[in-house]
């Protein structure tokens, strides 16, 4: 039940949506200015940028304009559809984070060459003046966005916006006059391309974000976000789902009144002191919180819409939405709590000498090879290459190609040493305190296989007691019969008669044991 109402809030027509509009503007490709043609996360220099903005993104989002006039009630509903079955929740909107000048320091040298520095983005460098280039600063409580996950670095503010319209001539015109006025220069850190829309159909919404990143550096890092939201699960026509649901939640109202009634009989202190317990309250409490999610998401999105009808010309955002949208044990569990408490000491020691290890390689590989292997250009993604290189995930040949004496060299004693040595050691450990916690507490039995062998003991058990109680009274009811036979036998029958009835014959031929056996017989096939 739990698995069914969780997979609810997902679709794969979720799937779908995020491909078509994937495919449609971001892995078509591209003429830049040097007349070659390249996918989206293949673009480099801003004029690239604005090559795409001008061609993938125009086409793909006005493309079938003639194809939606037959079908929409006027014009301007027409260039607000997409893909005929889809429609722009609001216009798209431009906006880009900006640093300040002078955020870091120009050697002497070189200062005849640059007049300002600009460092990387963050939210201390953030320039938040009122206005640049005809073009308004928003916070991020203005444009209800959020903190915004990029490749390069995370970005915590709202930014400069430039608002599009739902008219290709229109958007072309603002295209051409930002790159006229050079509205992306040295000072910006990102730039932003955010629409919402809305499939009337599987009754989802798709939060669209394109992103390109300015590093320090120069040139420009691709990415996108793509964030399907569904409504909700009350408005699916699933009978199976509806009950899923209620039982689930039935489920969990019986157990809070079971929780409730064992700190009543243990008190708060002692039951607060098992960790399982304090799980138990927060499972329950995830389990409310998702109920009422699910009674005020659609409510929300709903409003969304309904505002959204009433204002055509705004833009409105979903990021918040999206966010929220993406977020009893037996002894068996007692032998795993057991176990990590006895051998939590040595865990720690051993944690201790193998994160330095680990770190000490993750370091090392980043001084090796970070200018020339994506795997180990921050130290962040040096650790988590090395966990992936537990899983057999990883790029020797470019570990190879970064330097040929020490990549191979670096290789083999990390698989050496990390790997078969200190990661055996884990096990072992875990392994040998287990042990020694299986024969103290279940002598070699599960508590699960304890509780399975109980029932089917109590089953045959009580099949037995029905069987004997059953065999006796068959027993007693045929005692009975054949105490009435010979009582009928002796006050009845007339043995002088010299014609022998039917009976008499009959009681002749066959014995009172075979005749009690056959009474028995004919009692149990009844």
Partial sequence: MATIVANSVQHFYMFYFNQTVEKLFLKRETETNYGK????????TTSDWWSFL?????????????????????????KRLFLKDNILLGPPRLRQMRVKPHTCEINAAFRRYFNNCYAGYSSGNEDKKANYKDTKYYSKHQLNAITLKGEVADYYGGGYVQMLTY???????????????KWIDRSTRIVILEFVLFNSNAYMLDNVKILAELPPVGGIVPSHQLQALKFSLWMEKDILLYIAAVIFYLMAVFYTFEEITEIKGIGPTAYCKSLWNVIDVFVLLLVYFTFFYHL???????????????????????????YWNFIGFNKTMLQFSTTLSRCSKDLFGFAVMFFIVFLAYAQLGLLLFGASHPDF????????????????????????????????????TYVLLVFFILLNMFLAIVNDTYSVVKSEITEGRTNLGDYIFKLWSQLCSALKKRFRRRRKQLEEDVDKKRKTRIEMENSSVDFSSSEPTLYTRTSASITPRTQARLELTGILQE
């Fill in 377 to 412: 250009r921050s130290f962040g993604t040096s650790v988590i290459t090395l966990m992936r290189m537990f899983l057999g995930d990883f790029e020797y040949q470019l570990i190879e190609e970064a330097n040929y004496i020490l990549g191979p060299i670096y290789f083999i």
């Fill in 37 to 44: 043609e390249v996918e989206f996360v293949n673009l480099v």
């Fill in 54 to 78: 001008e061609n993938n993104f125009l086409n793909g989002l006005h493309g079938d304009e003639n194809e939606n006039d037959n079908n929409a009630n006027n014009a301007n509903n027409a």
């Fill in 296 to 322: 005020i998401h659609p409510l929300l999105l709903n409003h969304l819409i309904n505002v959204a009808q009433e204002d055509e010309t705004k833009f409105h955002s979903i990021d918040n939405l999206c």
């Fill in 167 to 181: 008219e290709r001539e229109a958007n072309q015109k603002i295209f051409d006059n930002l790159k006229e006025i």
